[in-house]
């Protein structure tokens, strides 16, 4: 089995790799109060940053291969080309043919309607990885600790507004997401 944080450790900075190893505990930690296989959560986890810090024409050719459908706002946002091609990258480098594990890394940026319970799990323990120190990072780790669907309608709506006051645009498979997970809204 290979070593993915010896590996990950090889390619990219410090603060990043500190980052990855922090997601993957989230993630473990997220997999066993919800029943998930903590294996697949550590490996998702662990690899979602990996194409991070990659050039950036690297970067835009594994994601144009990759056969994911791209939104155009996801090709016009550079932002969002790291997890295309990390999913691309693991699946095609290092033979991980999990599509739940890739989905979770291609979809952990943007996330999507009907997300398994494993992307969900990727999405949001990059968001409230322990380094994190954003407002409200805490009363989104809570979220996240307490019911999954209703910490992802609220972490998309959060990412929605970041967005709209940026003057971004919104990729589709995000605003997806925000009409599907809107129905575990707990103030309705």
Not at 89 to 107: C, H, M, P, S
Not at 119 to 147: H, M, Q
């Amino acid at each position: 089995m290979i070593d993915y944080k010896a590996l990950i450790k090889e390619m990219m900075g410090k603060k990043r790799f500190i980052h990855s190893c922090n997601v993957a505990d989230m993630c473990v930690k997220l997999a066993k109060q919800y029943g998930e296989d903590t294996e697949k959560a550590f490996t998702a986890g662990i690899l979602h940053d990996i194409r991070k810090e990659a050039d950036f024409g690297d970067m835009k050719l594994e994601m144009l291969s990759s056969g994911y459908y791209i939104d155009p706002v996801e090709l016009d946002t550079r932002g969002t080309w790291h997890g295309i091609a990390a999913a691309y990258y693991i699946k095609n480098t290092l033979g991980i043919e999990d599509n739940d594990i890739l989905n979770a890394v291609r979809f952990h940026t943007v996330g999507r309607a009907r997300m398994s319970k494993l992307e969900k799990i990727v999405y949001l323990g990059d968001l409230v990885s322990e380094e994190r120190d954003y407002p409200d990072v805490e009363k989104f780790r809570s979220y996240a600790l307490k019911d999954l669907d209703f910490a992802m309608f609220r972490s998309i709506k959060w990412s929605i507004e970041s967005l709209m006051e940026k003057g971004c645009r919104v990729p589709l498979s995000t605003m997806e997401a925000y009409n599907y997970y809107i129905e575990f809204d707990k103030k309705k």
